[in-house]
Structures are given as structure tokens and as C-alpha cells.
Nanobody, 129 residues
Framework: QVQLVESGGGLVQTGGSLRLSCAAS????????IGWFRQAPGKEREFVAA????????YYSDSVKGRFTISRDVAKNTVNLQIDSLKPEDTAVYYC??????????????????????WGQGTQVTVSS
């Protein structure tokens, strides 16, 4: 079992920034991929960004490249998502998930929600216009 806890969401104005964090605990291994997904009201959960924990490979959705940055803090077992230049369409619940099945070098597979095994409870991001 892996436990994931997200934090850092909130209400921010257009153009602002937020830093989300995902703390992992339990049977978490360096071979895992940790990903961030988001779900807006009435929409499917969509991929945002992911990182392979030990190698540090990253992969981003085209829609967020240049504005979102994923990173890790090894000492804290935490993956962070820095979000800059926020837009109203970024409003969503942001979830982190972890996968033991995605291979490190299969970067496009980092976006496959069906390969993620554990999820956090989510953190709300609301961007006002």
C-alpha cells in the first residue's frame, strides 16, 4: 500500500502561482512514477505531469508545458508541482497518483491513468478571473 497526501491548493487570481505537494509514504519504491492529474467539474480526470522517482525523468501534457514544473524532494519523499501564470481553465481538483507498472523509459505511458494504482484525496485549485 502507498499513501499519498496532496496539499497546497487554494484560491488564486489569474496570473498567480501555486505550489502543490504530494507526500508519499508506505511501500513506495524508487522505480515508481508519480503523476499529477486534474479533474474539472463535469470533465474526465486528465493528465498534467509526471516524474519517475529515481531517474527523475519528467513528462508533461502539451497543454501545461512552460507553465507547470514537476520536481521532487527526496528527503521529504515529496513530489511538487509548481504552477505559474494560472488561468481560469486551470480550476480543478488536482490529484497525485503513483504507478508501479509504468516503465521508466516509456515516457508517453506516464499519462495513462489506467496504469496508476494509488491516488491521493485531491486538492482544490480555483483560479478567479
Amino acid at each position: 500500500q502507498v499513501q499519498l497526501v496532496e496539499s497546497g491548493g487554494g484560491l488564486v487570481q489569474t496570473g498567480g502561482s501555486l505550489r502543490l505537494s504530494c507526500a508519499a509514504s508506505g511501500r513506495f519504491f524508487g522505480s515508481y512514477v508519480i503523476g499529477w492529474f486534474r479533474q474539472a467539474p463535469g470533465k474526465e480526470r486528465e493528465f498534467v505531469a509526471a516524474m519517475q522517482w529515481s531517474a527523475g525523468f519528467t513528462y508533461y501534457s502539451d497543454s501545461v508545458k512552460g507553465r507547470f514544473t514537476i520536481s521532487r524532494d527526496v528527503a521529504k519523499n515529496t513530489v511538487n508541482l509548481q504552477i505559474d501564470s494560472l488561468k481560469p481553465e486551470d480550476t480543478a481538483v488536482y490529484y497525485c497518483g503513483t504507478s508501479a507498472r509504468v516503465l521508466a523509459y516509456s515516457l508517453p505511458n506516464y499519462s495513462r491513468r489506467d496504469l496508476y494504482d494509488y491516488w491521493g484525496q485531491g486538492t482544490q485549485v480555483t483560479v478567479s478571473s
